[in-house]
T-cell receptor
Framework: GAGVSQSPSNKVTEKGKDVELRCDPI?????LYWYRQSLGQGLEFLIY????????KSGLPSDRFSAERTGGSVSTLTIQRTQQEDSAVYLC????????????FGPGTRLTVT | AQKITQTQPGMFVQEKEAVTLDCTYD???????LFWYKQPSSGEMIFLIY??????QNATEGRYSLNFQKARKSANLVISASQLGDSAMYFC????????????FGQGTRLTINP
């Protein structure tokens, strides 16, 4: 399939451990977004990448969160020293420059911190 | 700052009836976009419909239409002839037209279609 893919689909980790979540955007999509969805809530913006520009990190909740995007394609969201409140579904979305409005979402990674 | 408000945590509708899901928004930007997404129990976010702030006509996509009332800052989703498969969470979202163009989401409405 040509959609956005994310891995792992589920991740259970112990409090204090580091985790890495991966997103493969649709080929050719230059814009990539990370969102977080806590249980029963709407999506919360975390970070945005656009081509080679500096990322917009304004939504990251703390300095334990970081993300990178290598080669303008795959992105990794890293959470250090995980806390229970980090438990959520982490969704990635990508968008083509010519698509004025539509962001295509991946299936998400469900993170559970015990 | 932009804000989206969905005041209906849950809605129950009989199959084949029309349903309106409410959404109000707040922004100081003159240019913005409004979206509706469907999230079934499987978790994926499915784009349904888009309305630009300068669009003169209400957006329609099949059974979905967006009742855009700019002066009232509302962007309600209307689903005609509801089907059992329409049962899902529905999110209203706003996109800023500058910068990151990130989406700001409401809290969602859980729609249940009864047979």
């Amino acid at each position: 399939g040509a959609g956005v893919s994310q891995s792992p689909s589920n991740k259970v980790t112990e409090k204090g451990k580091d985790v890495e979540l991966r997103c493969d955007p649709i080929s050719g999509h230059t814009a990539l977004y990370w969102y977080r969805q806590s249980l029963g809530q709407g999506l919360e913006f975390l970070i945005y990448f656009q081509g080679n520009s500096a990322p917009d990190k304004s939504g990251l909740p703390s300095d334990r969160f970081s993300a990178e995007r290598t080669g303008g394609s795959v992105s990794t969201l890293t959470i250090q020293r995980t806390q229970q409140e980090d438990s959520a579904v982490y969704l990635c979305a990508s968008r083509h420059d010519r698509m004025v409005y539509e962001q295509y979402f991946g299936p998400g990674t469900r993170l559970t911190v015990t | 700052a932009q804000k989206i408000t969905q005041t209906q945590p849950g809605m129950f509708v009989q199959e084949k009836e029309a349903v309106t899901l409410d959404c109000t928004y707040d922004t100081s930007d003159p240019s913005y976009g409004l979206f509706w997404y469907k999230q079934p129990s499987s978790g994926e976010m499915i784009f349904l419909i888009y309305q630009g702030s300068y669009d003169q006509q209400n957006a329609t996509e099949g059974r979905y239409s967006l009742n855009f009332q700019k002066a009232r800052k509302s962007a309600n989703l209307v689903i005609s002839a509801s089907q059992l498969g329409d049962s899902a969470m529905y999110f209203c979202a706003m996109r800023e037209d500058q910068g990151a163009q990130k989406l700001v989401f409401g809290q969602g409405t859980r729609l249940t279609i009864n047979p």
